[in-house]
């Protein structure tokens, strides 16, 4: 089978993932990641064989200088590859995607990115079709996956009125949080409504969505409380029939001693998932209500992880490996260990 040849620019919190990701599909081959660093970091890429280059010539001048072997630069990357991941900083992806237009090559950028950098934004169970072929397109962010993905059920089971939502934020990423995470305080968002509800209607513009936003002093994750106008008076049962048509929706219990995202994360370290990562959307079914035609449910999200299927299924829509998305869906789940019974 012909592999597609994929390179990832950016070896931070999520381009390392991809990598990973990217190295247990049948149908890709990682041709090379590329950084600007020459510490404990990019060392990890060079003991898992990841070939190494560097963003120009400078930055290679300095990682030769760390005894930091590399390939080349982004430039000879490019030349070798089919499509592009660029995991950089937010706004740096943004600067880099001329050198990708003038070769020609596919690229996707994350949701740090705003929507006009692709002029479309992905998410892989609602419109995973409109991406086939194009030659690039946003991964939105975590928060904006877990919306999109979970409104989407509802919406696909004619159940979604309106939804507005309170997202609790992750203050910082855990390995950078002795820089500037924050302790002791919350700190709510200005601007109502915070940015996600509309990042959430880039992907699908027919969702009446709203959000407000305050940060935490936790790393772990990020947690969602809904209120959802429904069409129509509903049960639990068929709002969970709804929800369980979502993959990447799981389910988690209280009654099961999951009753904070600690717990949560410590089931993810038992499962042995890589870097502990949640790739699901973990929907609290004992704790979720429907009250007439109004639905309450909260949710946690591993804002480290939940992009990374997203971005596996986005290089299949954009080279055209599958052009149905749940062929795409189902080889990523399969290899990364997605269940469609859930955790347990
Ligand atoms: N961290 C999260 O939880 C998260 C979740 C979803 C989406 N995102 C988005 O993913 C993108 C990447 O975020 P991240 O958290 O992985 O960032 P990060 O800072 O952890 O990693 C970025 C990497 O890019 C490297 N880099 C910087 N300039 C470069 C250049 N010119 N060329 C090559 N490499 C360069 C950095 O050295 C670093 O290793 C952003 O758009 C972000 O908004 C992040």
Known sequence: MKKIK???????????????????????????????????????????????????????????????????????????????????????????????????????????????????????????????????????????????????????????????????????????????????????EQDIPSHQGPDAQTVDPSLDVLTVAVKVPETLSHLHYWNVQLTKKATKEEVLAAFGTSSRTAFIDYADGLTANNTVKELMLSLNRPYGDMYEVALWQDMLKVVGDELFYAYLVDNQAIVIPETIDAIRALTGLETKAENSIRKTNESLGIRREGFI
């Open 6 to 188: 994929v390179a990832v620019n950016g070896y931070g919190v999520i381009g390392k993932r991809v990598a990973d990701a990217v190295q247990l599909q049948e149908d890709m081959e990682l041709v090379g990641v590329c950084d600007v660093i020459f510490d404990w970091r990019i060392k990890i890429a060079l003991r898992k064989n990841y070939p190494v280059y560097a963003f120009d010539i400078n930055f290679q001048k300095q990682m030769m200088e760390n005894n930091i072997t590399t390939e080349g630069t982004l430039a000879e990357l490019i030349k070798i590859s089919d499509i592009i991941v660029d995991c950089t900083p937010k706004k740096i992806a943004a600067q880099n995607i001329e050198l990708y237009k003038k070769a020609g090559l596919k690229f996707i950028v994350q949701g740090g990115e705003k929507h006009e950098t692709t002029g479309h934004s992905f998410s892989a169970e609602n419109n995973y079709a409109t991406a086939l072929g194009l030659q690039s397109t946003r991964v939105v962010s975590c928060n904006t996956t877990s919306i999109v993905r979970t409104l989407t059920a509802l919406k696909n089971a004619g159940l979604l009125g309106k939804a507005r939502g309170t997202l609790l934020r992750r203050a910082v990423d855990p390995w950078e949080s002795h820089l500037n995470g924050i302790m002791n305080t919350l700190v709510p």
